[in-house]
């Protein structure tokens, strides 16, 4: 340490004592950098806890912001290379634990604390950042019950949206091959955990909702730590999947995991296995209808032939207690009979003809038709949209061509090319176009073809 810094207190001058005056005075410059040398040597890693104030993240990607308590502040910066890690963001008001060193600004003569890195007290990073973006896009009305979509009932083309090789996937594929068989299921792979797995997700969901015929979207995963469940909580993936066209379901991790997206999502599944029950559900329900419908037309039917069994009944007693009337009566009976033998064949005929139209309405759906139908249309497109790529490929090349050809033409390099020059000032600021813009001893610049002269005026014409 610097002699003058190294008086003991025991040393110093007493009041009526003239203080030492120092050899020589200090410049400002030499006092700071002392100054900086001490504080800089005296204190090492810190860390400091206090309340945020004055935040300001600059377009050079640099944090400023000052570190208060009630009694006490002090100015600090973060720079560009450790702000970027920030998990959420630095806002006033949040009370933050930070670690760096302290520095002196010489330039301005403050003393700053030059952070590495920034915690909020008492709570992780990463249930901040899920906190605040979990507010910000309430607010929006992103979780709001009324945006919510219904899932269809009979859904066709069903889309998946997680990794290719994951438990996930092979458990959605095995509810709906044995719960709906008919069903198709598209399939669009993706990283789901790691650097760049939330880009990945998001390109996913836009390239399988463009995908024709699609009634709705599984997106999720098996279950991991907050850190491999970070790409659900991104909040491109939170927009892209309210601006997705068809319901989306939201399968992330295990019942007790919570993410953005399953906030955001029409449906959330507490497993990947619940999200194909869920979609599958709709479709057990409308079988169970119909079966249901089925079972109530035969008890209405078999209670129709009972009434009319016990009329005949009753009828019959009739006859046996009044003799007299039977040959008067019987042609009556066999009228009465006719008529219920020609009403149960009618009602019968009738509801066979609801139940073959039922059928027949069931068959056209039949999803294999569909499909043939579909890829027959898209073999169509295709080779229609290849066609307009060639057209378009050619007419853009000859474009192209045209436009070089009339570039060349008018460059001022052809010009120069056919063997004219052209002359500058000696500080290549001004064309010369008359001599008398010059005179004798100025020097000139000639630009040819290819070079250039440096030249001197000896005489004007």
Known sequence: MDDRFALPFDDLPHRDEAPRRPARPLSVSQLTADLKRLVEGSFGWIAVEGELSNCKAWSSGHLYFTLKDD??????????????????????????????????YEVKGEYQLVCETMEPQGLGALQAAFEQLKRRLQAEGLFAAERKRALPVLPRRIGVVTSADGAALR???????????????????????????????????????????IDVVIVGRGGGSVEDLWAFNDERLARAIAACPVPVISAVGHEIDFTIADFVADVRAATPSNAAELVV????????????????????????ADRRALALDRADQRLERWPVTVAMRDRDREQLGLRLAHALVGRLARERHRFDAIRRRLEQRDVRRVTAELRTRLVRADGGLRGLVERRR?????????????????????????GYAVCWNETRTSIIR????????????????????????DHTE
């Open 394 to 418: 050619l007419a853009a090349d000859a474009r192209a061509r045209e436009l070089a050809g009339r570039l060349d033409a008018l460059s001022p390099l052809g010009v120069l090319a056919r």
């Open 71 to 104: 009694y006490a502040q002090i100015r600090a910066v973060m720079f560009r290379t450790r702000a970027r890690l920030l998990k959420f963001k630095a806002e006033d008001g949040l009370r933050v634990v930070v670690r760096g060193r302290l520095s002196v």
């Open 281 to 304: 559900d709709r479709a057990d329900n409308f079988r169970t209808r119909i079966d249901r419908a089925t079972a109530r037309l035969s008890t209405a039917m078999d209670r129709l």
């Open 434 to 457: 008359s001599a008398r813009a010059v005179r004798p001893g100025d020097a000139v610049r000639v630009t040819l073809a290819q070079g250039e002269l440096a030249c001197r005026v």
């Open 171 to 213: 458990d959605i594929l095995r509810v709906l091959a044995a719960r709906h068989p008919l069903a198709r299921v598209v399939i669009r792979p993706a990283r789901v955990q790691g650097e760049g797995a939330a880009e990945d997700l998001v390109r996913a969901l836009v390239a399988i909702a463009r995908v024709p015929e």
